[in-house]
């Protein structure tokens, strides 16, 4: 997709127009009688849709834009552009002029979110379905431009990555594309392979990985510009199942087939990296992300095999399919040879997060202070990628005691989302958020500005959370 701004018009296929003030209308020099028309209308139903059936313009919209200065004004803004993108596709309008005045950014937002589409694996049929090929958006500042434009280009690798089967996207080739994205994008990329996750003695990762067929990676993503404002580095930390079966703990067969979806923390982290370095932000941020596919081979885990976790840390597995946990957990004690700031770690972990609170926002918790939480919970507001923050206390510890080790991977029918973010913090000794993506992760029906797949979750409030920090 072509994405360009303007100070005036050059798309002359569609355009369109939101504005309160009548008279702007009047002065684009449409013929009275089709002005009127928009007028009677708009000011019925706010945001109809009006189709003029002469003259340039093909699409007309116009809102009632009062009271969007708050975050869920900006949101209402983005859904606006969410209904335009279905109206282009409706009417097979592949290139727009949007002119929104000062909320054409939000718009617009909106808008390229609604718009993707993942077409790379359609041979046949590529041609035939709707993409925005180019948008134009008039009057942005080369700032919001750049921010716009680094968005959109993160949130949609972020989404391809999620969306590409394991068939496309290995361990070992999501290694590879991170390497193609940080030199694409401008950020420093390290790869672990196999045999040195072996003399770093990674369990977790190890241990998930005995079932499979292919090798496991574990792959280092740095930004660290020259102007960066923190001194100690911001870790993320993203779960690179690339694809989960459960292991010999197997999942039901109508869970399969969206499985593709478990590395989507993963992808988030990838996808924040190429928004840093793309949008200059100056902030020093180190990205960890263990990966592997989670199957049942000849040679998987069992449930009761206990394993060690790169810290010594002895877990006893009582369930294959709480695998995440495991690969996180040498992770985040990786993560303490940098002495960082803050670590948080983004993971489709449990299924108890999706029950909880469904697609509408990310379940969030841990032991950072009171001003990262605020600071975090505000982006999230921001950007509508939302937190809903959960207990963290230590009485939650108790359900993960073994018999036979020093954890079990799994704690009991209850609270599971948050004893699988306490077993996590056993691994860390810094200041640690853990943000459990599972339900607004992946979408098997449209949801918002987003349609059936990956989201690109996580992107977005980490952007702006890395944007907004004091240093």
Not at 20 to 38: A, F, H, S
Not at 448 to 457: A, E, P, V
């Amino acid at each position: 997709m072509k994405l360009i701004t303007n100070t005036a018009r050059s798309v002359k296929e569609c355009i369109a127009i939101f504005r309160t003030n009548k008279k702007i209308i009047k002065d684009l020099g449409l013929e009275n009688n089709d002005c009127e028309t928009i007028i009677s209308r708009s000011s019925k139903i706010k945001g109809t849709w009006t189709y003029l059936p002469k003259g340039d313009f093909d699409l007309f919209g116009s809102i009632d834009l009062i009271e969007n200065n708050n975050h869920l004004g900006k949101h209402r803004l983005r859904s606006l552009g969410m209904k335009l993108s279905q109206e282009l596709a409706k009417n097979k309008i592949d290139k727009l002029s949007l002119d929104a005045g000062e909320n054409s950014f939000w718009i617009a937002e909106g808008l390229l979110l609604a718009s993707y589409r993942f077409n790379k694996l359609l041979k046949k049929n590529a041609q035939s379905t709707w993409e925005l090929s180019t948008l134009e958006v008039i009057g942005l500042s080369s700032k919001e431009f750049q921010k716009l434009t680094s968005l959109k280009n993160a949130v949609y690798e972020t989404r391809d990555l999620v969306n590409f089967p394991l068939l496309s996207l290995n361990a070992s080739q999501l290694s590879s594309r991170i390497q193609t994205l940080g030199e694409e994008f401008g950020f420093s990329t390290e790869i672990f392979n196999q045999a040195k996750i072996k003399s770093l003695k990674m369990g977790g990762l190890l241990g998930v990985n005995k079932g499979s067929v292919d090798p496991a990676t574990f792959n280092i993503l740095e930004h660290k510009p020259k102007n960066a404002k923190n001194k100690k580095p911001y870790v993320i930390v993203g779960k690179g199942v690339v694809y989960d079966t459960g292991g010999l703990s197997l999942k039901p067969s109508n869970f399969m087939d969206t499985m593709k979806c478990d590395m989507a923390g993963a992808a988030a982290v990838v996808g924040t990296f190429c928004a840093l370095a793309d949008d200059h932000i100056p902030a020093w941020v180190i990205g960890l992300i263990p990966a592997t596919d989670n199957r049942p081979g000849g040679n998987a885990i069992t449930p009761g095999d206990v394993i060690e976790i790169s810290d010594g840390t002895s877990v006893e597995v009582l369930n294959t399919d709480a695998e995440g946990r495991l690969i996180l957990a040498d992770a985040l004690h990786y993560a303490k040879k940098y002495d960082p700031k803050l670590v948080i770690d983004l993971a489709t972990l449990t299924g108890s997060a999706s029950r909880a609170i469904g697609p509408n926002a990310i379940v969030a918790m841990g032991n950072a202070g009171d001003e990262i939480w605020s600071d975090l919970v505000d982006s999230g507001n921001r950007t509508h990628e939302r937190l809903v923050q959960f207990p963290f206390w230590d009485e939650y510890n108790e359900l993960l005691k073994s018999d036979v080790a020093d954890l079990k991977n799994i704690g009991g029918a209850e609270a599971g989302m948050i004893t699988a973010g306490k077993f996590l913090e056993h691994f860390t000794n810094y200041p640690y958020i853990h943000l459990d993506i599972a339900g607004p992760a992946f979408l098997t029906s449209p949801h918002g500005y987003y349609g059936k797949g990956g989201t690109g979750i996580g992107v977005r409030l980490l952007h702006d959370f890395f944007s907004n920090m004091d240093s």
